[in-house]
């Protein structure tokens, strides 16, 4: 006969294992606290040129762990408790792709330090800044002049001052285009010698009713190359591109390069008008 000691012995350990089986299985769940991020700030120092950006997302480390990337404005979970130590870097569209994001090589990654407890909200706007040794050979706002040089074609680009078309500051470039005047291609005065090892962009400001594109012009000894490789699609608003050179630098393998712009008159319109601010070359 069994005692009734021993089937309370054998009941009591038979719940003790499927307690602990019942934890494993359903674990306490671990409550996030919250970031939210519904802006940046960017400022450009002086002899940069203009703070105009178009910071996209953010990518995210926690304690120096990987915790994403987001697009803002967005607020997202993060299982650090306590004393977390954040740091944001600058998110963009590659040549405007938005299935190309990266990190922005030359925007300075915000840092912090933040007390996160589960199950609260923290509003942070992160700064951002050019980083320590970014070079800039080329700014052009048109402020002061126009680098770019007709080499062929029908029609200029010419500084404007127009008040509903112009970004900021006082004057903007621009490219006006018809049947009769239907071709425009520039370069830059200047050549400049950019590193084939390391980031290079091209920043620029635009809206145009029209596609246009950039190119690359490689001077050597040994002769002259080209590269149109960026399309550049109508935009009704000025917008903000980051076009990344440093492969094509690499492979023209030039002694200097200038920009070139070319844009050709789309018949589909009546008229087509590109306008142009804040092109800077960036590179370290």
């Known amino acids: 006969m069994i005692s009734i000691n021993k089937i309370c012995s054998v009941t009591g350990f038979i719940l003790i294992l499927s307690s602990a089986s019942c ?113 800039f050979p080329l700014i052009e706002d048109f402020e002061a002049g126009n680098v770019f040089d007709k080499i062929s074609g029908d029609t200029n680009m010419i500084r404007t001052n127009d008040l509903l078309n112009k970004l900021e500051g006082n ?11 239907s071709i425009y291609e520039g370069r830059t005065t200047a050549g400049y010698i950019l590193p ?23 001077s050597a000894s040994l002769g002259t190359t080209f590269l149109y490789k960026w399309n550049i699609n109508p935009r009704s608003e000025w917008n903000k591109i980051y076009l990344n050179m440093g492969n094509d630098i690499a492979n023209l393998s030039s002694d200097s390069y200038q920009i070139l712009i070319r844009a050709v008159y789309d018949s589909s319109s009546t008229e087509s008008r590109i306008y142009l601010d804040n092109i800077k070359l960036v590179n370290f």
């Open 23 to 135: 934890a494993l299985i359903n674990p306490a769940e671990v409550i996030p606290a919250y970031l939210q991020v519904d802006t940046v700030n960017f400022n450009a120092g002086p002899g940069q040129g203009s703070s105009s950006q178009r910071i996209t997302d953010v990518w995210v480390d926690a304690n120096y762990t990987s915790e994403g990337v987001y697009e803002i404005p967005k607020t997202f979970p993060l299982l650090n408790n306590g004393n977390t130590s954040i740091i944001i870097n600058a998110g963009i569209w590659d040549n405007g792709i938005s299935e190309t994001r990266a990190i922005y090589p030359f925007y300075y990654p915000d840092t912090m330090s933040v007390s996160l407890n589960p199950g609260k909200i923290y509003s942070i706007t992160p700064q951002f800044t050019y980083s320590p040794g970014t070079k």
């Open 196 to 218: 084939k090892d390391k980031p290079v962009y091209l920043e620029m400001n635009y809206k145009c009713n029209q596609m246009f594109q950039i190119g690359l012009y490689g």
């Open 171 to 181: 004057y903007s470039g621009y490219i006006f285009l018809n049947k009769d005047h």
